[in-house]
């Protein structure tokens, strides 16, 4: 089953511009997380932020998490071509055997040069 | 550089065969997971395991078993293969924490594997 909902399902932007794509969960967490996965390939994890905090920040990326709305939004600045991808949010239970993970179903972002 | 490896990146296999699918991590994990990918359905666990022969059923075991003989080997094993089973299968893992989780995942390149 599907923790979280990304929006939109795709986005295209023009190099340099910002990407802000948004994630929704249903239930409590311990903390988000953001992947990006490259065409056929694995995921990479971006960043995390936990249940406690507000604001993360990792190089030109900006991850927000609201709990009270139970959503958060990765923003890339300065977007890159090399920054075409999907990306995914997925959730982090507060008690979890094995810290397992659910993912949204990605947010697919084209940059175009 | 640390590494989650997937042992084939293709592969093909017909109705009814049994199929594994290997991964190995070499960070000493203690966590290790199989996802399958399919387009419009994102990731779904198929199976994790948090320790050595310990496995844990996700939310789509059917048709599926694992294997966790060893910590840094986790392998996936298709017992009877079906063309509905055709799918882009993605290892991982991640460190354990006591609660909850503050880890992410480390994800092999993904084996993309097609039933005729």
């Known amino acids: 089953s599907q923790q979280g909902e990304e929006d939109p399902q795709a986005l295209s932007i023009q190099e340099g511009e910002n990407a802000t794509m948004n994630c929704s969960y249903k239930t409590s967490i311990n903390n988000l997380q953001w992947y990006r996965q490259n065409s056929g390939r694995g995921l990479v994890h971006l960043i995390l932020i936990r249940s406690n905090e507000r604001e993360k920040h990792s190089g030109r990326l900006r991850v927000t998490l609201d709990t009270s709305k139970k959503s958060s939004s990765l923003l890339i600045t300065a977007s890159r071509a090399a920054d075409t991808a999907s990306y995914f949010c997925?959730?982090?239970?507060?008690?979890?055997?094995?810290?397992?993970?659910?993912f949204g179903g990605g947010t697919r972002v084209l940059v175009k040069p | 550089d640390v590494k989650v490896t997937q042992s084939s990146r293709y592969l093909v296999k017909r109705t009814g065969e049994k199929v594994f699918l290997e991964c190995v991590q070499d960070?000493?994990?203690?966590?290790m997971f199989w996802y399958r990918q399919d387009p419009g359905l994102g990731l779904r666990l198929i199976y994790f395991s948090y320790d050595v022969k310990m496995k844990e059923k996700g939310d789509i075991p059917e048709g599926y078993s694992v294997s966790r003989e060893k910590k840094e080997r986790f392998s996936l094993i298709l017992e009877s293969a079906s063309t509905n089973q055709t799918s882009m299968y993605l290892c991982?893992?991640?460190?354990?924490?006591?609660?909850?989780?503050?880890?992410?995942?480390?994800f092999g390149s993904g084996t993309r594997l097609t039933v005729v």
């Open positions: 991982a893992s991640s460190l354990r924490t006591g609660t909850g989780s503050d880890y992410g995942y480390t």
């Open positions: 997925a959730t982090a239970p507060h008690v979890a055997a094995g810290n397992k993970l659910t």
């Open positions: 960070m000493d994990h203690e966590n």
